[in-house]
């Protein structure tokens, strides 16, 4: 089985730089903290008859556990961690946006919010912020190439033409019944 060959970095190519997917996954622990931190507050204070507190909590259980593996992946260079921060972070903006619709955009009164509890309207706006973030860094193409330039080896020069001595090193024993290549 034959696998399609990436194109690896010669010397003076620079390797993908990890920012745009290392911020993500930074930021999605952020999220998941945020996020566990209102799970464990919230479910117990919500009643099953309050739609939007129950969608505003219950969306949160997969969208914790997606931004925890997510990130954990991105952080071991595996492509798959880029795809489930978008889906958790997505899943965190569309529940936000749930949310809004339910209760006729009485959500979005933030000053409102601020004024009456402070610390949870800047952690709730926060969220939102930080949910776009991610969203938006793991979407972008340097994450998907630091991702899949993660595993490829390093070369060290061009490769060289057949039947030409390797520039570095031991040569390679003659295969049986071959003539070793003339040096000049």
């Known amino acids: 089985m034959t ?10 190519q620079a390797r993908p730089s990890g920012g745009t997917a290392i911020t993500a996954a930074v930021l999605a622990l952020v ?17 099953y008859y309050d739609l939007p507190g129950l969608i505003g909590y219950l969306h949160l259980i997969p969208t ?34 749930a949310v809004a619709a339910l209760t006729g955009g009485e959500s979005l009164n933030y ?14 706006l926060l969220g939102l912020l930080i949910a776009v973030a991610v969203v938006i860094l793991a979407a972008l ?7 899949s330039a993660s595993r490829q080896p390093i070369q060290h020069g061009p490769p ?16 049986p019944g071959q003539h070793p290549p003339q040096q000049w």
């Open 3 to 12: 696998h399609p060959q990436q194109p690896v970095p010669y010397p003076g």
């Open 160 to 175: 060289v033409p057949y039947g030409y001595p390797p520039s570095q090193g031991y040569d390679p024993p003659p295969h």
């Open 111 to 124: 000053l409102e919010l601020l004024a009456y509890a402070p610390l949870i309207g800047i952690v709730d």
């Open 141 to 147: 193409p340097p994450t998907r190439r630091y991702l």
């Open 31 to 47: 999220a998941f903290l945020l996020d566990g931190y209102f799970v464990v507050r919230g479910l117990g204070d919500v009643r």
């Open 64 to 97: 914790v556990l997606l931004l925890l593996v997510g990130s954990i992946l991105v952080f071991a260079r595996v492509k798959a961690g880029a795809v489930l921060l978008l889906i958790g972070a997505g899943l965190d903006v569309l529940a936000w946006v």
